[in-house]
């Protein structure tokens, strides 16, 4: 699963393009490219929302992660 | 009979030897309150005291080392070690191995201690509280691996936002050895760069149980972590050191996830928000270029140069129009100004004084004669009346006070 997109940062970043767009004094074409860059930040984020499973993993080493299944025999 | 005389080291050695060899001694616990605690360079000298005797202690770096708490004068505390001679000064005395504090007091008193002290450094300071990140993406949850805290974790963590990542950092969260796996978690944790948010969690239990949260090095550990640590150690009552210096206080594990994994509603909610806003922000702009634009075309329009002269020409002709309907205007009214003159002209007219019964009297060149002076006698004047006109001779010429 490709992490490089950081979700905080995509929200921050549509804020922000929100916040430009509101601001106005935009060119037309300055306004639609940013327009067009949130509306695909939000089709990411939605997306990331609806299919994206979170791992859970456990740490077994300083730099080792392994997947973690919780104990089966809980009484 | 005499008995033999030892030398001071003989008995000494022997007495050394007679209490080495005693079970009980070589391995003993001993209760009791410390006082004349002394720190020297290899170890730390004190005595253990009840209210009908008193024990010479020392412990040495070696075994010191690993206390889990600062020995305090007034303590009461229970220490293993062996009891033995120590020859040179003709002593017995216990050599500690281990201290651990007698009873709930005692802890309760190495809480507030540790408590105090620790505020007065400022590592309670709400000023150095890291903020928790509002949209995590990977948690990390130090405690035991096994058990209803980190399943509690998991499920509800998982409920709120199935997309944030957890990661289980396994340490023992009593005994021991439990704050040094605690603080060593921490620290490698604050080595990675994908943890946004920690999480030392531990169910209920006795404050002894909890203790490894009370302890210095778990506290330092947590202050110096650069990544927001959330405490969450037993119930809601209970209070540890690691609250009060973490960044946020949960009171229970179950609430830290509920604290630190925000609501995937929420996320569509604010993303809804924010695509509702873009989309009707554009269409604003849209709409306002497009105004913008129709404002320019008419404009353009407007400069056309065949348009141009078709304005022109409609200009003119509008100017013609109006030019004439002014002109009418101007004519009406001098027309109007010439009647009102006219009528006050007849009004004047000296034939309207005719038909009054004037008379005016003309000479034969048909100039109007105003004085009796311009006549003579014999004259002959031409008299005009408002319907005709007369001719007469003038038979006598008197001036002024001579009338008849």
């Given at each position: 699963m490709e992490k490089e997109f950081n979700f905080e940062e995509d929200l921050k970043r549509l804020e922000e393009i929100v916040d430009t767009l509101e601001k106005g004094n935009l060119m037309l074409e300055e306004s639609f490219n940013l327009f067009k860059e949130g509306v695909e930040i939000s089709k990411r984020l939605e997306k990331m929302l609806k299919e994206v499973e979170g791992k859970i993993t456990m740490l077994?080493?300083?730099?080792e992660e392994i997947e973690f299944k919780e104990e089966e025999n809980n009484v | 009979m005499q008995l033999k005389a030892f030398s001071v080291s003989e008995v000494t050695e022997y007495i050394k030897k007679v209490m080495d060899n005693d079970i009980i001694l070589r391995n003993v616990r001993v209760r009791g309150e410390i006082s004349n605690l002394k720190y020297h360079s290899t170890a730390v000298y004190f005595t253990l005291k009840d209210e009908g005797a008193a024990l010479k202690c020392v412990m040495f770096n070696d075994y010191s080392r690993s206390l889990e708490f600062t020995l305090q004068d007034g303590m009461s505390v229970i220490a293993t070690g062996r009891i033995t001679v120590y020859e040179k000064g003709g002593l017995y005395q216990l050599y500690v191995q281990s201290v651990q504090m007698d009873g709930i007091g005692a802890l309760y008193i190495a809480f507030n201690k540790l408590k105090e002290k620790l505020q007065k450094e400022g590592?309670?300071?709400?000023?150095k509280k890291k903020p928790i990140p509002k949209h995590p993406r990977k948690i990390a949850v130090v405690t035991s691996?096994?058990?209803?805290v980190i399943r509690d974790i998991i499920t509800i963590s998982r409920r709120r936002n199935p997309t944030v990542d957890i990661m289980v950092v396994p340490?023992?969260?009593?005994?021991?050895s439990a704050a040094d796996e605690i603080s060593n978690a921490l620290r490698i944790l604050n080595?990675?760069?994908?943890?946004d948010v920690i999480i030392v969690a531990r169910g209920g239990g006795s404050l002894e149980e909890i203790w490894p949260f009370n302890e210095e090095k778990v506290a330092r550990s947590i202050f110096a972590s650069r990544i927001p640590v959330v405490s969450a150690v037993g119930h809601e009552t209970d209070f540890t050191i690691a609250d009060f210096v973490a960044d946020l206080r949960a009171p229970t594990p179950s609430a830290a996830a509920e604290l630190v994994v925000p609501d995937i509603k929420v996320y569509q909610r604010e993303l809804f928000l924010l695509k509702t806003k873009i989309m009707n922000l554009m269409k604003a702009q849209v709409l306002h270029s497009k105004k913008e634009f129709e404002g320019l075309k008419r404009a353009l329009y407007l400069n056309n140069p065949i348009k141009k002269n078709e304005v022109l020409k409609q200009r003119v002709k509008n100017l013609k129009k109006s030019l004439t309907k002014e002109m009418l205007s101007i004519f009406n009214q001098k027309k109007n100004e010439l009647l009102v003159l006219n009528e006050k002209l007849d009004s004047l007219s000296p034939l309207k004084v005719l038909t009054r019964g004037y008379t005016i009297v003309l000479n034969k060149e048909g100039q109007v004669i105003?004085?009796?002076?311009?006549v003579k006698t014999s004259e002959e004047v031409g008299i005009l009346f408002s319907d005709g006109r007369a001719t007469a001779v003038v038979k006598e010429v008197k001036e002024d006070g001579e009338r008849i």
């Open positions: 077994i080493s300083e730099d | 590592l309670f300071d709400l000023d691996p096994t058990g209803a340490v023992l969260v009593q005994g021991s080595k990675r760069k994908d943890i105003t004085s009796s002076r311009k």
